[in-house]
């Protein structure tokens, strides 16, 4: 039984940077709060939790002040940063900066097209931290979509500009954009640019880990996909490794590996989500190896 761990699977460059700031910041005080989980794994929230990071709610947040608090990678929108200065609260601002560049980009937009009467319109995840900060850019005026059943929230006799979540599928963000371009031309005879902005808004590093997936789901008889339920990227990711391999399991840990989807012979590939942690991955590894025997006796 051969065992790879992916070696482009892991964080990103934006969740690695607010767990190490969390880090940083335990290390001069015994106690963090952080504005919702850290990172979208449980394993992870836990590790950290016994360090002293402090999950709260929104709702909470009211109740706090003189205090620090931590902003995570899906960044906040602005009634966040207004309620801080309002209840004396440090913020610790771990915001990707990929995301705060893309609701700059929305801001700009919603503030030109408002006098338009035209649409922002964002694919992603309606309650998704990331989608919050994002339609908090625009008064919280802009449209979720996240499926086709979502496109009737659109008028599409008037302007639409599209954008992503970050952490989005491209083909299912292509295929929105599609859509709508069919909707509009259904509904004014013709497309213009004035009709129809489309930004694709998907980070490269997370893009760039579909076709990463296909070829190594591809390249071993067996997947297990290591990601916390919570994460959508998770799950676009996971359905990639899906479609090129029906041996394809999603798990959050070790604990859930039935013995009976292995074979003795079979080539097994390790892979996670962009909140994924590398320490995971290799305890999955680990458990397999020291199940080896086990494995020909199911």
Known sequence: MQVEIDPYSGYCFGVEFAIQMAEDELQESEELYCLGDIVHNNMEVERLYNK???TITREELNDLHDCKVLIRAHGEPPSTYELALKNNIQLIDA????????QNRIKHSY????????QIVIYGKTGHAEVIGLTGQTNDEAIIISSEDDLDKIDFSKPVVLYSQTTKSTQGFYKIKDLIEQ???????????KDFDANDSICRQVSNREPRMKEFSQQHDVIFFVSGKKSSNGRALYNVCLENNPRSYFIENEEEIDLSWIQPDDSIGICGATSTPRWLMESVSDFLHSQEANVALV
């Open 52 to 54: 002293g990071l402090r």
């Open 111 to 118: 503030d030109q097209i408002s006098d338009e009467e035209g």
């Open 95 to 102: 915001s990707c900066p990929v995301v705060l560049k893309l």
């Open 183 to 193: 909707r509009i031309k259904a509904e004014k005879g013709q497309l213009t640019i």
